[in-house]
């Protein structure tokens, strides 16, 4: 196959890390390419309806499943990744989930007084706010109430929002589909549009399926939506598809053998959503999304967190038991739900592999101790919903995991590990990883921006070493 094109830099990935990086590089004057195998959409031309956008923006025409199907797993295939498809919540990392990836990696910059300038500078890329208590939907309310009346501890939600008009009727949860305002601050309104006005270049609809490390580049090929393969060559390449998409494409292309940690230690924080049913409209859909967390640190110390949340009706009839009339009957009563979500700190890693056509298997489970962590959670939704006078409850045995983390994690050891502490491949200088794929351990908080503040400190680490 015939080398197209060679750059400096080649971003595999358009999601929250590669937009980063790319803003970075191309700032400094490096001819940098991203390619995405999903399509670039606009604020006008993002999925209206529910069904569309669970065949436009992820990957497996919206849900993939581990190999016993307990667990549903949400990749966005689309330009600006998990910052289109999510509620963009900002939290820095606590001591504890830096501490624990320091013992486990035996890499020293996992600590808060290193990386709270790449906190700072990843938070200046955006505007972060919280949801103003007069916005508050119903559903926040039973939260915020039943934590009250719990003796529970929790918190308004920090997220990267920038005028949302919630006086003029906007509605998050259509935000799950891409903001149809621009009020969220998903990566092609903010880092990604600034690395194209640099100079980056970005193509979409283009799966990269062949990456081969040579001795003075990198090559890197694959194929269009209608067919047509090309190849590229890069002095650098950034591995920014996520846990399951940098480890299929490694795995695809035998780096394995090099890298026998490639795969392993996958992580989900697996999400159960609880809903409860009132006699009055709850009306969970409608302004913010999500409003408040939990605070509470025995909750962190028993290894779950909850939300409030909510999902669109195909989502919301996907968690009911009944069937036909029964199922009818309570989908026709979405005003009157309220949910809560608990999300597991799970400590039983899982592992990516791949069949014979190259298509990620996923092998994840929770063992005893996260079931402990699950029903800890569950017994305090219990407890707020009973609190707050819901007169049935609900609970959702489908795991969801939405926040995929693994398979080329960053250690020191490099028969334990995949990514180095200067956040190259073990082996492969050329290949820099710094998404959510290289952590070392599930953190219990929301990962979007550790991500942002990691792809800040590899990509400046890049420009002082140069090409």
Request: glycine letters at 8%; aromatic letters at 8%.
């Amino acid at each position: 196959m015939q080398i197209h094109s060679s750059y400096d830099a080649i971003i595999v990935g358009g999601g929250v890390s590669g937009s980063f990086m790319a803003q970075e590089l191309a700032a400094a004057g490096w001819r940098t390419l991203v390619l995405e195998a999903g399509r670039s959409f606009t604020r006008t031309t993002y999925p209206a309806l529910e069904i569309d956008s669970n065949s436009q923006l992820y990957w497996g025409g919206g849900v993939e499943l581990n190999t016993s199907a307990s667990l549903a797993l949400l990749r966005p295939k689309v330009v600006g990744g998990g910052s289109i498809v999510n509620q963009a919540l900002m939290d820095r990392f606590d001591d504890i989930a830096l501490d624990s990836w320091k013992q486990e990696s035996q890499v020293n910059f996992f600590n808060s007084e290193v990386l709270s300038p790449w906190y700072q500078k990843a938070e200046n890329e955006l505007s972060i706010q919280k949801v103003s208590e007069q916005y508050r939907n119903g559903n926040a309310k039973i939260f915020a109430d039943g934590f009250k009346a719990n003796g529970f501890i929790c918190a308004p939600l920090t997220r990267a929002q920038k005028d949302c008009r919630f006086e003029d009727g906007n509605d998050c949860i259509r935000c799950l589909s891409g903001c149809p305002i621009d009020s969220k601050q998903s990566t092609p309104v903010t880092t990604l549009k600034k690395a194209l006005k640099a100079g980056c270049q970005l193509i979409s609809e283009f799966e990269v399926q062949k990456i081969e490390d040579k001795k003075d580049h990198t090559l890197v090929g694959g194929k269009w939506k209608n067919g047509g393969q090309y190849l590229f060559s890069a002095r650098k390449v950034i591995l920014a598809a996520g846990a399951i998409g940098n480890s299929r494409l490694l795995l695809q292309n035998d780096f394995k053998k090099s890298l026998p940690a490639l795969g392993e230690k996958f992580y989900t924080h697996p999400q159960y959503m609880v809903i409860a049913m009132y006699d009055h409209e709850i009306n969970a859909h409608k302004g913010p999304l999500q409003s408040y967390k939990s605070q509470d640190p025995h909750f962190r110390a028993k290894g779950f967190k909850l939300e409030n949340v909510f999902a669109p009706p195909v989502a919301i009839s996907m968690l009911l038991p009944q069937l036909g009339k029964k199922h009818m009957a309570k989908m026709k009563e979405i005003t009157k739900m309220a949910c809560i979500e608990v999300a597991v700190r799970d400590t039983n890693p899982g592992k990516i592999k791949i069949n014979n056509q190259g298509r990620p298997i996923i092998e994840k489970e929770l063992n005893e101790e996260d079931e402990k962590r699950k029903r800890a959670g569950m017994d305090a939704i219990h407890a707020i919903f009973a609190s707050t006078g819901a007169r049935e409850v609900i609970r959702g045995d489908l795991g969801i995991g939405l926040h995929l983390m693994g398979g080329c994690s960053l250690g020191a050891d490099e028969k334990k590990f995949v990514t180095a502490p200067d956040f190259t491949l073990h082996g492969h200088r050329r290949i820099v990883i710094a998404d959510s794929s290289i952590f070392p351990n599930a953190p219990g908080i929301n990962p979007s921006l550790t991500i942002m503040a990691l792809s800040k400190m590899a990509a400046d680490q890049m420009i002082k070493e140069g090409l």
